[in-house]
Nanobody, 124 residues
Framework: EVQLVESGGGLVQAGGSLRLSCAAS????????IGWFRQAPGKEREGVSC????????YYTNSVKGRFTISSDNAKNTVYLQMNSLKPEDTAVYYCAADLGGVATLWYGPYDYWGQGTQVTVSS
C-alpha cells in the first residue's frame, strides 16, 4: 500500500523557518517524482516544488524561489521542504504527492498518491 505522510507543519512568525517532511512507503522511491503542493482557504491548489528522485532535478514556483529548498533522502524514502523567510501568504495546508511516471511537474494532474496534508500558518 502506497502511503505518504507529511509532518513538520506548525505556527511560525513571519521571517521564520519550517522544514516539512514527506515519508513515503509502499513503492520504490527512486522511480518517482515527488511534489509539494499547498492550498489556502478559498484558493486553488498550487504546486510549490517538486523533485525527480531519479536524477534530482528540482523545480520551484516563482513565489518561493530563493526561500524554499526541496531535497530527497532516497535511503529514507523521505523528501523534505525547507522553508525559510516565511511570509503570511505562505499560510496553507501543504501536501506531498507522488507521480509514478517520474516526471517532476508543478501541475497536480499526473500525481497518483497524496498525503493527508500538514498545516503551515505564518503570522505577521
Amino acid at each position: 500500500e502506497v502511503q505518504l505522510v507529511e509532518s513538520g507543519g506548525g505556527l511560525v512568525q513571519a521571517g521564520g523557518s519550517l522544514r516539512l517532511s514527506c515519508a513515503a512507503s509502499g513503492f520504490t522511491f527512486d522511480d518517482y517524482a515527488i511534489g509539494w503542493f499547498r492550498q489556502a482557504p478559498g484558493k486553488e491548489r498550487e504546486g510549490v516544488s517538486c523533485i525527480s528522485s531519479s536524477d534530482g532535478s528540482t523545480y520551484y514556483t516563482n513565489s518561493v524561489k530563493g526561500r524554499f529548498t526541496i531535497s530527497s533522502d532516497n535511503a529514507k524514502n523521505t523528501v523534505y521542504l525547507q522553508m525559510n523567510s516565511l511570509k503570511p501568504e505562505d499560510t496553507a495546508v501543504y501536501y506531498c504527492a507522488a507521480d509514478l511516471g517520474g516526471v517532476a511537474t508543478l501541475w497536480y494532474g499526473p500525481y497518483d498518491y497524496w498525503g493527508q496534508g500538514t498545516q503551515v500558518t505564518v503570522s505577521s
